[in-house]
């Protein structure tokens, strides 16, 4: 077992966990409660900017650990691809404006598309954006979505696939983001994680918790302790790997956002101390 948390200095929370605020509330929010790490989701950025978000957040004293999300490679015409490139290169300026060490990347998938052709135009897409993450000192962090998402939003649904890709590219500028949501199931978590950590990939962390019975495939997520994820196991795996980096609470919850969100960041902050 890892070693039990008894701060708040390694605690970031994701601006979609508390969606309803804007980044203003979310940062006053999250320092309400001695909480300093903020992963901002674009959305966030929309009526900001991404220089003046960078401003309030330096201002603030928050620490980005991250910008949410890029990705969405795969496409069946050329112009659709070139498109989804030139978005994540905006990303990856918007990062850098804000002070996002990384870009996470949803990495896509279409609807019929065999899943091989998209991987293939994943790898493709993180190489040819490569330069600029290295330009902008941006890591670009491939998140492994669970595979009821590989329709439509992710062919990459495990860690090995990500790593493969990781292998591919061979930058230190491309890595994984785990979310303990995602990948939880996969009874390779172990040795990836392990394997992807003596590799220098591991580049983010997400907690939350599956609720046994959800109501949602997308926006039903658990806070810690709520659901059947041995959170505490793969933080001590990761950790073990090499990871030091923050803990971040990522929470789609539609149950969660129609409530009162600073009471929700109360339960964050006690769920942290007691299941991760």
């Not at 674009?42 to 978000?53: D, F, I, S, W």
């Not at 591919?168 to 978590?189: E, N, Q, R, T």
């Not at 659901?227 to 789609?252: K, S, Y």
Request: aromatic content about 6%; overall charge negative; some cysteine.
């Amino acid at each position: 077992m890892p070693t039990p948390i008894t701060d708040l200095s390694r605690l970031s929370i994701h601006t979609i966990t508390t969606k309803p605020w804007t980044l203003e509330q979310c940062i006053a929010g999250y320092q309400r409660v001695g909480v300093n790490g903020i992963t901002v989701w674009r959305q966030h950025l929309q009526g900001v900017g991404a220089a003046k978000a960078g401003q309030l957040l330096r201002s603030a004293g928050m620490t980005v650990t991250a910008l949410c999300r890029g990705g969405f490679f795969p496409a069946r015409d050329a112009a659709s691809r070139q498109a989804a490139l030139d978005d994540n290169r905006t990303a990856i300026d918007q990062a850098a404006a804000i002070g996002a060490p990384m870009l996470v990347l949803v990495c896509g998938a279409v609807p019929g598309m065999p899943l091989d052709e998209a991987r293939a135009q994943i790898q493709d897409s993180i190489a040819a954006l490569e330069g600029a993450a290295r330009a902008a000192q941006v890591r670009l962090a491939i998140e492994p979505l669970h595979p009821m998402y590989a329709g439509d939003r992710s062919a990459i649904t495990t860690m090995r696939q990500a790593r493969a890709v990781c292998d591919a590219v061979a930058s230190p500028w491309v890595g994984i983001a785990v979310d303990v949501y995602h990948v939880w199931w996969d009874d390779a978590l172990a040795s990836e994680i392990a394997l992807s950590g003596s590799r220098g990939y591991l580049h983010g962390f997400h907690v939350c918790d599956w609720r046994l019975h959800t109501r949602d495939l997308l926006n039903d997520r658990g806070l810690m302790g709520e659901g059947c994820i041995d959170v505490p196991r793969i933080r001590g795996l990761v950790e073990d790997a090499g990871f030091t980096g923050w803990n971040e609470v990522e929470i789609f919850s539609n149950e969660r956002w129609a409530g009162d969100q600073e009471r929700f960041v109360d339960e964050i902050v006690a769920a942290y101390r007691r299941h991760v």
